[in-house]
């Protein structure tokens, strides 16, 4: 055997000892490495579920209707009978669909106290009932989504709600009615507008300026 078959014999044989070794650890020969570890999630403030943007690497897997989750020390899935449960899920809607008429307003029920992105990065939303007050739908209240009797400022595009009173926001429009392209459109009369919460107009809101 020559100096240089030698050499390299050498170098092979502990090449193979330190596979040997750390195969356990990160294999060798085309394995798999140990997945990472997931960031930190941080934990909400308050027992309201509040969706932030260090949130999105949370794992819930399958979430049904009328499954409920708890939102520390991050959001998953709990029995609604469990003491971390803070929400129920009351509805679920996707960010778009082909017909860009899905959003939050206008798919979630009524009694949606808080809207939550997927936080494991999916593309739907989960529309919640807190189980314990406060319930952010209560007409007037400035949560939820838009109900009737709810408060509307304008906000560049768009209109956002605003308590009706003691925020220290002038509100512009109250809503009177919600309809939509199947029925009749808004009645007409001074100071009466008609708003929609999506791009093809699927849904109405009838209000009154304030």
């Not at 009173?165 to 009177?176: A, D, F, I, N």
Request: hydrophobic residues 30%; contains cysteine.
């Amino acid at each position: 055997m020559t100096l240089s078959q030698r050499m390299n014999a050498g170098t092979f044989t502990l090449a193979a000892g330190v596979c040997l070794t750390m195969g356990s650890l990160a294999g060798c020969g085309g394995g798999h490495s140990a997945a990472p570890a997931s960031p930190q999630v941080s934990t909400p403030t308050s027992s309201t579920p509040t969706p932030t943007a260090s949130e999105t690497q949370a794992d819930l897997g399958l979430v049904v209707l009328n499954d409920c989750l708890a939102s520390q020390p991050s959001w998953a899935e709990v029995p609604c009978g469990d003491a971390r449960a803070v929400a129920k899920v009351v509805g679920l809607g996707m960010v778009t669909n082909p017909y860009g008429t899905g959003s939050a307003q206008s798919d979630c029920p009524a009694e949606t106290d808080d809207v939550l992105n997927r936080p494991d990065g999916g593309s739907g939303y989960f529309c919640l009932r807190n189980l314990r007050p406060p319930h952010h739908s209560q007409p007037g209240s400035g949560g939820g989504v838009i109900v009737v009797g709810d408060c509307l400022v304008k906000h560049s595009a768009n209109y956002v709600e605003v308590p009706c009173k003691g925020s220290g926001q002038h509100p512009e429009y109250k809503v009177l009615d919600i309809t939509d392209w199947k029925h009749a459109p808004c009645p007409k009369g001074e100071g009466r507008v008609q708003l929609s919460p999506d791009r093809l107009g699927m849904k109405f809101y009838c209000a009154e300026r304030l």
